[in-house]
């Protein structure tokens, strides 16, 4: 019988990419997104790669508090047995911590923590039980420090590593495991939902969203606990841990900046 994944945010960027890898090595998928029409549009995508595959598209707003429940009541109802936990979805609040609005850093927490959260705490007991399963949480490069101008998100991803490496101890010798995926700068649709497409950050070199699933992919395979994306990134979330704070925050505002 094929394995079954769930990715959240598969309708666009790196979650597309990782949905077309997996179906590509014969796993069966959920895909979950929010908006609808785009997530039929990146299924009939990925039914490309692969006929035999069973793809299931389901539409949830992360952000709301019954999102991770419903998910859950959806593979239960329809005896879907969840193998690998792809948690991927996420966003930013791009600007002064102080003027971003209310709304806007409640939705960021629960798409980014609370969902991730509910999820992995949901499918986990299955897995445990069943002494099999991997899960891989999408963090990124910041991660490891905080960020000025968008120190909400950043702090955000800092609990997705912390996490996924705490709980990913927890689980030695459970046959469980979990990853977290750390890319730098990538060309995907995530900058432009932001209205952030200007800053330094996005105006360097961006990596390809399928290079960054691939990378995932084999981590999550050989069941490492943390992987960065190219050289460049993997430097840089080193060097921070030897750098005056202050310094890092003042390089963090320059990078934000546009
Ligand atoms: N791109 C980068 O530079 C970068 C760097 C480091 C880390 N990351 C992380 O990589 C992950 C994927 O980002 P991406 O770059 O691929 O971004 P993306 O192209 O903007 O894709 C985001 C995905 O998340 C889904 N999503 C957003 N809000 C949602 C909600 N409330 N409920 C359900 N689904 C929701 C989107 O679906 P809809 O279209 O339906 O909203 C979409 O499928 C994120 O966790 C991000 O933080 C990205």
């Not at 996005?202 to 190219?230: C, Q, W």
Request: aromatic residues 8%; hydrophobic residues 40%.
């Amino acid at each position: 019988m094929n394995k079954t994944v769930l990715i959240t945010g598969a309708s666009s960027g790196i979650g597309l990419e990782f949905s077309k890898l997996f179906v590509r090595n014969g796993y069966n998928l959920i895909m979950v997104s929010q908006n609808e029409k785009n997530l039929e549009k990146a299924k009939r995508l990925v039914c490309m790669e692969n006929d035999n595959a069973k793809i299931y598209a389901i539409a949830k707003n992360l952000a709301e508090p019954s999102a991770a429940d419903e998910i859950f009541e959806y593979t239960k109802k329809n005896s879907i047995q969840i193998d690998v936990l792809v948690n991927n979805a996420g966003i930013q609040v791009y600007g002064k911590f102080y003027e971003n609005k209310m709304d806007d850093l409640i939705n960021l927490m629960y798409v980014n923590m609370v969902a991730l959260t509910k999820l992995t705490r949901l499918f986990i007991d299955g897995m445990v039980k069943r002494r099999e399963g991997k899960i891989l949480n999408v963090a990124s490069t910041g991660a490891f420090q905080p960020c000025p101008m968008n120190a909400a998100y950043c702090a955000s991803k800092g609990y997705v590593l912390y996490l996924s490496e705490g709980m990913g101890a927890e689980l030695k010798g459970t046959g469980v495991t979990v990853t977290a995926l750390c890319p730098g700068a990538t060309k995907t649709n995530f900058a432009k939902r932001a209205n952030i497409e200007d800053i330094k950050l996005f105006r360097g070199r961006l990596l390809d969203p399928n290079r960054v699933a691939e990378i995932g992919y084999e981590a999550l395979i050989k069941g490492e606990s943390v992987v960065v994306t190219g050289l460049y990134n993997k430097l840089v979330a080193e060097s921070v841990r030897f750098m005056p704070r202050k310094l890092v925050t003042k390089i963090g505002m320059n990078v934000m900046g546009r």
